[in-house]
């Protein structure tokens, strides 16, 4: 028995019975529908993740010092919060006594920040990132300047008002018009602008251009930091292997600084975009262990499905099973020919299947901010994994057509 | 000896039907030689379907021996049975038995397909079988849109297309009209000139009188076995 001919007699069953089918095949239509779908949004997922979430917030081949986590994608107990919240604070001093002794090649900049409300000509411009760092802040986060320049050291050190803001609040506050040169009051001081920074777009929806830069020393700076406290010193090392030295280096030069003994922990924070990632990374892994079982149920109910047509044929078809069997066909070309058809059908409905999924992780892109990513080898787990649905369900009812008596086969109807 | 294509030996099938046992055929002897053409005949109940199956090696006899072209082959199993039904026998049934689904063209090369004959030497045969049987033009039409004595055409170009040693026919005229059954025994006819050993099972004595010799089976036994003076003067 030719597997081509069972094949395209499949098919043409499938052609001539379109809504049968549709409804025999749902169940592996579904399981396939949903291993693909879900495939693709927990990769895009990780993409989006490391990409967006963790190399914009935190940066690449960046780390940061700090009392405590900044970002926490997993779950945190009120416990370890009060003791995070028992840790001595990161001081002006901690940050310098780093940046001097650091022997790795890096980058250090100081970094406080908190939300402020910038005003211009009587129009205010609420919930604002005001930021107070060093120059060193737009390489390390990779803010590019749109227009006008950044801040010098020198102006850190005098702590000169001046400000680079992000592009939204270019837009807002001041309406079209150039803001290059205008002044912003905060809390009540004037500042000049002195560049505007490039569109960031969006994360999870929320804008990453309402923000404001202003040198460390700046007037402004005992609203965003209490006297002599640093939210972070943000480090950044110019490939992986000599961020994770940087960060060693550091990790011992605050123990040292610290007095801390060696059974004692850190009391201090070292966080990288994948220290940032690990909430997700446990979220993620999760899903793709659960995966495969709750696929594996509709692909069980589909089969089940699959092997009552199967045999409702092989009674519908009885009488053609004689007829090949006075014809020559052994025990083992029935076998086959039903197996083929089952596994075809199967296959017909994975493949439908794959497609909807691809549909679903397209429309999920349409409409959220998750890229979602159609893992190749997901099609072919897909598609793999239906034909084998079908080859196993169609074995029961194609020895029963196999072991079918010709003379009553023949009969049949 | 070897123009015996059929020889049975004593053959007896039994069937067991609840508590009851049936005996359709009790000990069967009979010689059938190559380029003969038989109508076995007998009313219902004389043993003449059961005869067919076990000639057809549709069925296997729980007595006595048949050799079918020398070769012994009522002690084969299953398959070597569907192998033997492949290579010697062609079936030509009263419904016709043609898959609804298929054309007239893929209906023929069914066989073949089960003999392992490759794709385009199976096109080739059964175009040159439906050729024989005048259906040239009907090739790619599917059983419902041929008449009866078309399907029955079919049927036959089937039946001869793997070159059988005998050619079963079981009540081949049984759905046609009277027209179209002389027109299908016409083509027995031409076959028979040809070579072709026929074995027609029949209750119909006007069909039976197109056979030169004419078996009747009784109550599961030989009743009579005698040339058709008809034919043969």
């Known amino acids: 028995m030719p597997v081509f001919e069972a094949v395209r007699m499949a098919l043409r069953t499938i052609v001539s019975q379109k809504l049968k089918s549709f409804f025999s095949l749902i169940g592996v239509l579904i399981g396939v529908t949903f291993l693909i779908a879900v495939v693709s949004i927990v990769q895009g997922m990780n993409v989006y993740m490391e990409d967006q979430f963790a190399n914009r917030l935190i940066g690449l081949n960046t780390f940061t010092l700090r009392r405590q986590p900044g970002i926490n994608t997993g779950n945190t107990t009120e416990e370890t919060w009060r003791a995070w919240q028992r840790r001595p604070r990161i001081s002006y001093a901690d940050a310098d006594y780093i940046t001097e002794r650091l022997q790795t090649p890096a980058v250090t900049a100081k970094y406080c920040s908190d939300r402020m409300t910038l005003m211009y000509n009587g129009k205010q411009a609420k919930d604002i990132e005001l930021m107070g760092t060093e120059p060193s802040y737009f390489e390390i986060k990779n803010v590019d300047i749109a227009s006008g320049r950044i801040f010098t050291p020198q102006e850190v050190r005098a702590g000169v008002p001046v400000l680079v803001v992000g592009s939204e609040i270019g837009e807002k506050l001041f309406e079209g018009q150039d803001p290059l040169g205008k002044v912003v009051m905060i809390a009540g001081l004037p500042y000049r602008v002195i560049g505007v920074a490039a569109k960031r777009g969006t994360l999870f929806g929320i804008s990453l251009d309402k923000f404001a830069v202003m040198p460390f020393r700046a007037p402004a700076r005992r609203y965003i930091c209490p006297l002599n406290v640093l939210d972070e010193l943000e480090i950044k090392a110019a490939n992986p292997t000599l961020m994770l030295a940087a960060m060693g280096e550091t990790e011992a030069l605050m123990r040292t600084r610290r007095g801390l003994r060696p059974e004692q922990e850190n009391n201090f924070d070292l966080q990288n975009a994948s220290g940032a990632l690990e909430g997700w990374k446990k979220i993620s892994k999760v899903l793709i262990t659960a995966l495969p079982l709750l696929v594996a149920v509709s692909l069980v109910v589909g089969g089940i499905v699959i092997m009552n047509i199967m045999l409702m044929a092989v009674a519908e078809r009885t009488r053609e099973i004689g007829i090949r069997k006075a014809l020559g066909a052994k025990r083992r070309d029935i076998l086959a020919q039903f197996v083929i058809e089952s596994a075809t059908l199967s296959t017909v409905g994975a493949m439908f299947g794959v497609a909807t999924g691809i549909g679903l992780a397209y429309l999920v892109r349409a409409f959220t901010p998750l890229p979602a990513a159609v893992a190749p080898w997901s099609i072919g787990v897909g598609v793999g994994v239906g034909m084998l649905v079908g080859m196993v369900a169609g074995v029961y009812p194609a020895s029963r057509a196999a072991q079918l008596d010709p003379i009553t086969a023949l009969r049949a109807e | 000896m070897s123009d015996r294509i059929i020889h049975v030996e004593t053959l007896a099938r039994e069937y067991v039907m609840g508590a009851e046992r049936v005996l359709a055929l009790r000990g069967l002897t009979l010689t059938i030689r190559r380029n003969e053409y038989v109508a076995i005949m007998g009313p219902s109940g004389s043993g003449k379907s059961t005869f067919m199956n076990l000639i057809g090696c549709l069925d296997t006899p729980s007595g006595g021996s048949y050799w079918l072209n020398g070769q012994e082959v009522s002690r ?123 074995i027609v099972v029949t209750h119909e004595p006007s069909i039976a009188e197109h056979a030169e010799r004419v078996v009747v089976l009784r109550d599961g036994l030989l009743h009579s076995d005698t040339p058709n003076t008809r034919v043969a003067a």
């Open chain 2, 76 to 198: 084969l199993s299953d398959d070597a049975l569907a192998r033997v039904r492949n290579k010697e026998i062609g079936f030509v049934f009263q419904t016709f038995n043609l898959l609804p689904r298929a054309t007239a063209l893929h209906n023929v090369e069914l066989p073949l397909v089960y003999a392992g004959v490759s794709s385009r030497e199976r096109r080739e045969r059964a175009v040159k079988a439906l050729t024989r049987v005048g259906l040239e033009h009907r090739m790619t039409h599917k059983p419902n849109e041929l008449s009866g004595g078309q399907r029955q055409r079919v049927a036959i170009a089937r039946a001869l297309v793997n070159e059988p040693s005998i050619l079963l026919a079981d009540e081949p005229t049984g759905n046609l009209d009277s027209t179209t059954s002389e027109e299908i025994m016409k083509v027995f006819a031409e076959l028979h000139a040809e070579g072709q050993t026929i």
